[in-house]
């Protein structure tokens, strides 16, 4: 068939059903987005092309057969492979946020209000603490290993947990949708040979989860109370209680859907306050 037929056929109704099947893989690939599935569909995706390649242009009898008789066994193999990431997929889908792309400002910055004050509490008291924030990757794998919680958070609630003398004190709470999800996870460590060997089991389980997703961890040290921060890898150490809301803010921002459209409209409306305030001036008391 040429190229002038193929045209000759094309009509409205195949180009509408060439846009769907490509908003399906487009928002297949969406969901998947920054998580861990994105690797392993990388992989499944090069086998395939390798075998389309190998089984059209190479007269491979065995192979052929072995990759016709293979399909119906990946199309029941892969959602079993990819169950975690579709799961928060879907649960990403049906949250109002993800539709209306609406960013709750305030209720975020209260949020990270209550965990800078409730770190800053457990540092005074050096009371040893892992909190970890979950971002774009899921977490699942870590939290089914925890007790499930799904809590309001506030300062007394994170106190009592990592009290010493509950049962949840020892690993890590992990919040999702500023919420307390669950507590006493256990998280990888550090694989990175170049880490501060003075580091205790909490700062390594906190460079451990942000090596591998784009969560962001709090620690505070139970022998010095110093408070910290892990990022992609990174930490952020001797913190206190103003510099770790500022720090948290500018993270757990960029962590949002809309953050980076913040980001972009902050000088607009920081322009607009400084007219409004100077078009009515407050009259000094």
Known sequence: MSDQDLLARLN????????????????????????????????ILLVAFV????????????????IRNSI????????????????????????????????????ATRFLTILSRSAGA??????????????????????DTGVLLDAEPSVDLILTIFDKHTNLHDGAV??????????????????????????GTRHRAALGVTETTDAIALVVSEETGGIS????????????????????????????????MQRLFAPLRNAQAQRASTANPAKKM
């Open 12 to 43: 409205a109704s195949s180009i509408v059903d060439i846009l769907l099947v490509a908003l399906v893989f487009l928002g297949l690939f969406y969901l998947v987005r920054g998580t861990r599935a994105v690797t392993l569909l990388r992989g």
């Open 51 to 66: 075998a389309v390649l190998a089984s059209t242009f190479l007269n491979l009898t065995a192979f052929n057969w072995l």
């Open 72 to 107: 119906p066994a990946l199309l029941v193999a892969i959602p079993v492979i990819f169950q975690p990431e579709l799961r928060r997929a879907f649960e990403r889908l049906g949250r109002p946020r993800t539709l209306l792309g609406a960013y709750r400002r305030d209720s």
């Open 229 to 260: 921060v892990a990022h992609n890898g990174r930490l952020i150490r001797n913190l206190d209680e103003g510099n770790l809301n500022r720090l948290l803010t500018n993270l757990y921002i960029g962590h949002s859907p809309n953050g980076a």
């Open 122 to 143: 457990m540092s005074r008291q050096q009371t040893g603490a892992l909190i970890v924030i979950e971002g774009q990757t899921g977490l699942q794998e870590y939290i």
């Open 174 to 199: 992990i919040i999702r949708d500023e919420r307390l999800l669950a507590a006493s996870c256990m998280l990888p460590l550090s694989e990175n040979p170049d880490v501060d060997r003075d580091l």
